[in-house]
């Protein structure tokens, strides 16, 4: 008995320096509710004996005789809330002192221990509630205590120990989970804020560069302008040429002759075109500063029919240095190109109608 009571008084503290001397009575009847310590660790996880067979609590059978043990007193101890007041019935007691004989009451005893019914230790949720306490106090009034209660001078009471429902304890997690997904989500809001922020940063020092690129881009699609005017002027002269090697071969080869005459109409061709190109690449460079991106577009059309005319001026030299059966069948090829130069240059002059 005294082991158990010592198991649940405090530890530390006022109750355990006793600085006033006090008595135990005294030190006892100074202590509340909060200050008893209800519960053990050392019983997580145990099963607890709730009632044997038919009776309503636990008979302990001994060398002298036999009680009656009540575990609904002893619930909060055990892990357990105390919500209500006991039944009477829980609280029904028998003492066989030694020497009394009652072979009916032993047999029903022994009988009982082999149903045993238990309940598996479940969260620690050691509190009263009101109901409970205050049969508590009212059975106190009827059992009254062995010794006067000393409040003058009682001792500070030791830090109480703090303890929540299950009910509560469940509401306040669920309440710190939501908490916890609120603030989990207002984090993410502000990550991608910024996220955002620095996304709009990153585009406005992008399309900064790009400007910058840009304006330096028609500073060089304005002087390649330049030097497209004078690439179509060189072109000029190099047809001249061209000519002028062409009339040589009318008189050393016959059927070149048939072809050359065919190649002075499509020069004629080109000729004009090309005035029309120079005039129209005149207004283009008016509108430059307007429509500098489509200088790209131009630039690249030039590429490709200066490289089919330097195409064409390789094909016309491997001619010149070839037999006259090989020029024949290269004269027939050259007619192709300049047709097909012939289209390119009309598709041209829609390009630049169209620019």
């Known amino acids: ?10 530890r530390k503290g006022a109750f355990v320096e006793n600085q006033g001397n006090f008595s135990w009575p005294e030190r006892m009847t100074a202590l509340t509710e909060k200050d008893i310590s209800w519960y053990s660790r050392e019983f997580d996880g145990t099963e607890v ?9 636990v008979p302990l059978m001994g ?3 036999c009680i009656n043990y009540n575990p609904v007193l002893s619930l909060r101890q055990l892990g357990y809330p105390m919500n209500d007041k006991p039944e009477d019935r829980q609280l029904e007691c028998f003492i066989l002192k030694e020497g009394d004989k009652d072979p009916a009451l032993i047999k ?8 045993v019914y238990k309940k598996k230790m479940e969260k620690k949720n050691c509190v009263a509630k009101p109901p409970y306490t205050q049969w508590v106090k009212e059975r106190v009034k009827v059992i009254k205590l062995r010794f006067p209660v000393v409040t003058c001078d009682r001792p500070p009471s030791p830090p109480p120990i703090t303890t929540i429902p299950i009910e509560e304890a469940v509401k306040m997690e669920s309440k710190i989970v939501e908490l916890q997904g609120k603030n989990e989500e ?10 955002e922020l620095a996304r709009l940063k990153r585009d406005q020092k992008q399309k900064e560069e790009s400007l ?3 304006k330096k881009r028609l500073r060089e699609s304005e002087k ?16 001249k040429a061209y000519k002028e090697e062409i009339k040589g071969l009318e008189h050393s080869y016959g059927e070149v002759e048939r072809f050359w005459k065919f190649a002075i109409e499509a020069k004629k061709k080109w000729r004009l075109a090309h005035e029309e190109q120079v005039l129209k690449t005149q207004e283009v460079k008016k509108r430059l500063h307007l429509e500098g991106h489509r200088v790209r577009e131009f630039e690249n059309l030039y590429l490709q029919e200066k490289a089919k005319r330097e195409h064409l001026q390789n094909s016309i030299q491997s ?37």
């Open 1 to 10: 008995m005294q082991l158990w009571l010592s198991s649940h008084l405090p």
């Open 49 to 57: 004996i709730l009632r044997c067979g038919g009776f309503p609590n």
């Open 63 to 65: 060398p002298r005789g």
């Open 108 to 115: 029903r005893i022994q009988k009982a221990w082999g149903q």
């Open 186 to 195: 207002w984090e993410a809001k502000y990550l991608q804020v910024e996220g």
């Open 212 to 214: 910058q690129i840009g």
């Open 224 to 239: 390649k302008q330049e030097k497209i005017g004078d690439g179509l002027l060189s072109a000029t002269d190099n047809l």
């Open 319 to 355: 001619l010149l240095d070839q037999h006259v059966e090989a020029h024949v069948n290269q004269i027939a090829l050259l007619k192709e190109e300049l047709e097909v130069v012939n289209t390119r240059f009309t598709q041209r002059g829609k390009v630049l109608d169209f620019v």
